[in-house]
């Protein structure tokens, strides 16, 4: 699993090539730890770091993101199964089959059985009804999670759009509409500059009003920067992995490429945080580039602190 | 043994002598060829190639080359050797990746990305999804049933309870777990496979019927 998730040392993790190139049977180990991998992935119960490594090292390959997607596709379907098998009435609805071996395989008065047949009938369309429901119930949840996102998604980009477009030299490193140490808008953002606290300088303050929904921090990527992707993890300042975010989009902020990564405010207590921003190059090797302070605080609108 | 379209450089006789280096048995050397194709498919993949299959074809078109060539090998197996020869090929296709990278540094797009077709996107991902699960549902539908009993008690609770399920799974069977695992790979793998054919059906229909709209 370390080799899958990029953790060995080049000289391990070769090693370990060279006996799976040769052994079918550790070759064979492999590919089932890449299947159980994906399933705890999937079914959240990869510690945080371990999840982290697997969005950004094990994801760098397009075959393994079409595996990802199959297996989610998969277990979501061997889990309505596994509803079906349970429920004994469902299992009999879906399987003719079994019904008809059950029946030719017992000899019973016709009354009985065209009992049970109307039974069944009833039962179906009981089943179905509900089943019905459901799906209708699960459409209805996806569609207003979709807009979530798209509605996320046309902010982000306006945001984006806005502060690309914003011509107004800003040299505290504020985007128009944002700064630091001020209450802000519904949308906030804050363009955040490498280590700024680390080294001495003035800690990026942030008060965020109750109502403040959403936060869009711009990491400014540090000079000659050039990766595939990046991602981000947000720590608290013990440097506890709180949660981390993939692909992050870059954009154009005061003339410096930057990594836009959106929040939600309710995500953020107050207190100081460390975003430590990694990029993956193009041959999926990953690698730390830098750390951003932040402290939060929260206020009702129009009280500055 | 078919030649794939990277195999054009090669010769059969060329490829004869690979196959003779891998194993003077004919039908082992057969065997040994597409396990270390697979093998190496898996090395790429793990390196994050954007081709692994292009590549693990390449190591072998390269391999193939140097000993019709009549280059004496120094590894001590031929295993040993295709990986210094796919390391070789990997770091190339990352050197690649990087001049294309500055290619597209040194000519930026003026706005930062935001695609019109995204919402187009969005739909047509949702349509994709549920097609997907279609068929994922059809093709374990027509599995045999105690087939499709076995994948599902595998995946069934929570990460404890799964352990102790499998484990409880492999004694009702008669064996070992390891037995077990490999079992629900290859159903896993033939289920992909069945999905993947499904959709690429229902997309071609799709298609069919979009066009034939658009006619009409």
Redesign the interface.
């Known amino acids: 699993m370390s ?2 998730l990029g953790e060995l040392s080049e000289a391990e993790a ?1 090693q370990l ?2 006996q ?3 052994d ?1 049977t550790l ?2 180990e ?3 730890a890449e ?1 159980e991998l994906i ?2 992935f999937l ?1 959240n ?1 990869l510690p945080l770091e371990q999840r982290r490594r697997f969005e950004v ?1 094990f994801l ?5 993101r079409e595996r990802l ?3 989610r ?10 509803g079906l ?1 349970k429920s004994p009435s469902r299992a009999a609805a ?1 399987r003719p089959d079994v019904l008809m071996s059950r029946f030719l395989a017992y000899r019973v008065p016709i009354g009985v059985v065209a009992a049970a047949i109307l039974l069944l009938a009833v039962g179906l369309a009981l089943v179905t009804l509900r089943l019905q429901s459901a799906k209708e119930q699960l459409r209805a949840e ?1 569609a207003s999670w ?1 807009q979530q ?2 509605d996320l ?1 046309r902010q982000l ?1 306006k945001e ?2 806005t502060s ?1 477009g914003s011509t107004q030299p800003q040299s505290s490193g504020k985007p128009s509409g944002a700064p630091s140490g001020a209450v802000m808008d519904h949308f906030a953002s804050v363009v955040l500059t490498q280590g700024q606290a680390r080294e001495g300088g003035e800690l990026k303050r942030v008060v965020l009003p109750a109502e403040s929904q959403l936060l869009l921090l711009y990491l400014v990527l540090p000079e000659r920067t ?1 990766m ?1 992707s990046y991602q981000a993890a947000i720590k608290t300042d013990e440097g506890r992995v709180l949660w981390t975010q993939t692909n992050l ?4 902020i005061e003339g410096k490429r930057s990594a836009a990564l959106l929040l939600e405010s309710r995500q953020l207590k107050p207190g100081d945080y460390v975003i430590t921003l990694l990029g ?6 990953e690698q730390d580039l830098a750390d951003y302070v932040l402290r939060i605080a929260k206020e009702p609108i129009g009280k500055e602190q | 043994m078919p030649f794939t379209k990277h195999d054009r450089s090669l010769t059969p006789e060329s490829f004869r002598q690979l196959l003779s280096w891998l194993d003077p048995n004919q039908d082992n050397a057969g065997e040994k060829y597409e396990a270390i194709r697979r093998r190496l498919i898996t090395f790429f993949t793990c390196h994050g190639s954007q081709a692994p299959q292009e590549h693990a074809d390449e190591t072998i078109d390269r391999v193939t080359r140097r000993i019709a060539g009549g280059e004496q090998v120094q590894a001590p197996d031929p295993y040993s050797y295709f990986h210094g020869v796919a390391r070789l090929v990997m770091k190339e296709a990352w050197r690649n990746a990087r001049k294309q990278e500055s290619l597209v540094e040194d000519n930026p797009s003026p706005h930062p990305a935001v695609d019109p077709r995204a919402d187009g996107d969005t739909r047509q991902r949702e349509l994709l999804s549920d097609l997907r699960l279609e068929c994922m549902q059809h093709c374990l539908a027509s599995l045999p049933p105690e087939s499709r009993r076995l994948l599902v008690t595998y995946h069934q609770g929570a990460r404890r309870q799964r352990i102790d399920n499998r484990n409880l799974l492999a004694r009702q069977l008669g064996v070992s777990l390891n037995t077990l695992r490999i079992r629900v790979h290859r159903l896993r793998q033939e289920l992909t496979s069945c999905a993947e054919k499904c959709l690429q059906k229902r997309i071609t229909v799709l298609k069919r019927n979009q066009n034939s709209d658009t006619l009409e």
Not at chain 1, 60 to 64: K, T
Not at chain 1, 73 to 82: G, H, K, R, S
Request: glycine share 2%; net charge negative; aromatic share 4%.
């Open positions: 080799y899958l070769a090539e060279q799976y190139l040769q079918e070759h064979q492999l590919l089932l299947d399933e705890s079914r119960e090292h760098a390959s397009p075959v393994r997607e199959s297996a596709v998969m277990l979501q379907a061997i889990d309505t199964e596994a098998l879906s996806k979709s996102q798209d998604k980009a984006q759009a690309a050039n595939r989009p870059l954009a154009a993956t190059k193009s041959a999926g090797q």
